[in-house]
């Protein structure tokens, strides 16, 4: 296992309430508390690894970390304006924070601690604004196999979220809502009865069920199918579904619900998310995966004419040698460094699975970013260790929280929720010195 070098500076407590900060960023850390619901905090954090060499771009890009609390209640996280003031707030499974300080804490639903040996009820948090009023509400995922719920933000009026069970069964572990239709409003993706499905809202009621709209034909799909992505594979302007298996080509119509034709390619054995990007930049759309969920690698699919080429990122095997990633069960891709071409954030989802023996929570939980670098045509990914004390959960939420121009980081997992806010020296053009 690659070890860190980090330097930590403590940042003034200024900004933060009464609650205990405690960030262990560089060893370990202790068992989390179920009663202690706010212990939260912040650090700057400049990382290298030894397996990689320092670029300019990870000496620039710094990553703050902000532990908004400690306790397990959920592996879902998200972002919008959800008090309506203009700018971004952040949501964890039960609890959202106001920006752009995040230290005042509303409830969007009762917490419910959960034993780290098991699981929790928020795989996943999607906002969206579904009735218009100005509030962005959110859609849950909850356990693969469970229900998706959608909370309607109550606006000005206090209290948790009035919750609506919009779809009883969502089967895979990495649904996407994204606009799979073309219609200007996105859609959940997933499986229900062996099927790919998508599914979303019915004529003007958000709230009601969701009809699901199969797109292939039963193909043993199930709760606890690993790797799915959508995205725009062949370039057609349609956005096509992919699974470790295949990818299934968007037909020209959905109407009547179409089976979609199946293109059979191997992209590892069950990952996480599975984004599309132009990763070697000749114009066509490669596939990033994360090779095992429950095991280890990460690689890039390059598309060529006889197919995809896969390009490993950090190997399958626990012991090769350089970074090594265990149970990366979330990524995503994003443009952090500016520069134009897609980078990568995952890490490692600490306790995954329930490990036999002795499991330690003091076990570091690596978070890294990937720097794409191409140089005369070759591609190379360069790991920046970001943090070892956090990892992912199921889920990798990157956006520009804070409002600066400036893609941060939000994961939630066993460990407690995480805000990464990413900054550039102000001699770099960045809003933080
Ligand atoms: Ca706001
Ligand atoms: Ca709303
Ligand atoms: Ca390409
Ligand atoms: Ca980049």
Redesign the pocket.
């Known amino acids: 296992m690659t070890r860190g070098r980090c330097r930590r500076q403590i940042l003034p407590l200024a900004l933060l309430s009464a609650a205990a900060w405690s960030v262990a960023a560089c060893s370990s850390e202790p068992q989390p508390s179920a009663s202690s619901p706010s212990d939260a905090g912040q650090e700057r954090i400049t990382w290298s690894t030894d397996s990689a060499v320092d670029t300019p771009a990870a000496t620039r890009h710094t990553f703050r970390k902000i532990r908004l609390f400690t306790e397990f209640v959920c592996e879902g996280a998200t972002y919008g ?9 952040v949501a964890f499974g039960p609890r959202w924070y ?2 752009p300080a995040f230290t005042v804490e509303h409830e969007i639903y009762a917490p419910q601690p959960f034993d780290p040996k098991g699981y929790s009820d928020c795989f996943f948090l999607f906002a969206r604004d579904f009735d218009h009023d100005g509030f962005t509400d959110i859609l849950r995922v909850g356990f693969p196999g469970a229900d998706a719920s959608l909370f309607w933000n109550p606006g000005r009026a206090s209290g948790p979220w009035p919750r609506h069970i919009v779809i009883d069964v969502v089967d895979t572990e990495s649904p996407d809502f994204t606009d799979i239709t073309g219609d200007g409003s996105p859609e959940l993706v997933f499986a229900a009865d062996g099927r790919l499905v998508w599914a979303g809202p019915v004529g003007t009621d958000p709230s009601g069920p969701w009809n699901l709209h199969p797109l292939t034909p039963p193909a043993g799909f199930h709760a606890f199918t690993h790797g799915l992505g959508v995205g725009d594979v062949d370039g057609d302007g349609l956005l096509d579904v992919l699974e470790a298996k295949s990818w299934w080509k968007h037909p020209p119509s959905l109407q009547g619900d179409p089976v979609w034709e199946r293109r059979a390619q191997t992209f590892g054995s069950g990952g996480a998310q599975m984004p599309t990007a132009d990763v070697d930049g000749d114009g066509d759309a490669d596939v990033v995966a994360s090779l095992e969920a429950h095991g280890y690698g990460l690689a890039w699919f390059e598309q060529s004419p006889a197919g995809f080429v896969e390009h490993v990122i950090v190997p399958s095997l626990p012991d090769a040698g350089g970074v090594a990633l265990h149970e990366p069960h979330a990524l995503a891709v994003a443009d952090l460094d500016g520069d134009g071409d897609p980078d990568i954030v995952t890490g490692e989802r600490f306790w995954g699975h329930i490990p036999a023996g002795m499991p330690d929570f003091a076990t570091p939980a690596h978070l890294y970013w990937f720097e794409l670098v191409r140089n005369q045509g070759v591609v190379t990914f360069i790991p920046h260790l970001l943090d070892d004390a956090s990892g992912v959960g199921t889920q990798v939420t990157i956006g520009d929280v804070t409002g600066d121009g400036l893609r941060d980081i939000l994961i939630a997992n066993k460990k407690g929720a995480f805000l990464f806010v990413h900054e550039l020296p102000a001699s770099d053009g960045g809003a933080n010195d």
């Open positions: 304006d959800f008090d309506n003031d203009r700018d971004m707030d106001e920006g």
